[in-house]
């Protein structure tokens, strides 16, 4: 996925700048009589205001008896999808795709030009609030698995310079930063209709992409869901928001087997 392809999705999804509300981030859940899973929707890197871990969040988290993210990161690393470099790794070793770990710089890149830090993000502020409540913090995915995915992603062709002598990835980081703040206030406003339309943009223009880090994850993240639901007990699924998104989305894919979901806020 070059970085040109991930400024066109998410600025295509990116409304104007509006007035940021009380954070209300989307949340779901699935439930029947002895099983209820929380489903919410992270946002991987924030500014770290307003709050946003309150309401029907707060209440939802603090009902759970666990916390299952995408995957377990050793502490301190972060998500390799959001900080650069995998972390070394004992036995076979698997080679990140080159031009996904340069999307994923610049995205990183533009993020913390506007204030937007992993350290805030939702899935670290979770991981922190679940160990300090004694909670058990599992992952959808383990970090070998993912980082075999990163090695697969397809490759781009090299970016050319323009004219003038700047790259397309230069070009694209004013557009960039920008559409990723307003994608920020649009997660802060619960609102799932630019995810849609970014995920779309996504699979019309990088199908392999889409399929490899959306569809097929979706599908096993439901799954999982599903068989979670033959234990009593109450858990608390947050995965990014994108997998709650769009016609392959894990709820979709829920409901394709019959599990319901309903929002809460």
């Known amino acids: 996925m070059g970085i040109m392809t991930l400024a066109a999705a998410i600025a295509a999804a990116s409304p104007g700048a509006a007035s940021l509300p009380d954070a209300e981030p989307a949340i779901f859940q699935v439930a029947d009589g002895d099983t209820r899973v929380y489903?919410?929707?992270?946002?991987?890197?924030?500014?770290?205001?307003?709050?946003?871990f309150n309401d029907d969040v707060r209440t939802a988290f603090d009902q759970s008896a666990e916390l299952v993210l995408e995957t377990v990161i050793p502490e301190p690393a972060s998500d390799p999808a959001l900080a650069g470099p995998p972390p070394a790794l004992p036995g076979p070793q698997v080679t990140t795709s080159a031009s996904f770990l340069g999307t994923t710089k610049m995205a990183i890149k533009a993020g913390k030009s506007q204030g937007l830090s992993v350290a805030h993000g939702a899935d670290m502020v979770l991981r922190r609030a679940a160990d300090d409540a004694g909670k058990p913090v599992e992952g959808l995915e383990t970090l070998e698995s993912q980082l075999a995915m990163f090695a697969r992603m397809p490759a781009t062709a090299p970016a050319k310079a323009a004219p003038g002598g700047r790259p397309a990835e230069q070009r694209a980081m004013p557009a960039l930063s920008k559409a990723m703040v307003e994608l920020q206030n649009a997660w802060k406003r619960g609102d799932q209709a630019i995810f849609v339309q970014m995920i779309d943009q996504l699979r019309r223009s990088s199908p392999d992409l889409y399929r490899m880090m959306f569809a097929e994850r979706n599908s096993r993240w439901a799954d999982w869901i599903a068989a979670r639901m033959q234990t009593p007990g109450t858990v608390f699924v947050a995965v990014g928001a994108g997998h709650l998104a769009g016609k392959d989305s894990v709820l979709v894919r829920l409901a394709e087997m019959g599990i319901e979901s309903s929002r809460l806020n």
């Open 39 to 52: 489903i919410f929707g992270t946002f991987h890197a924030l500014d770290g205001k307003p709050d946003w």
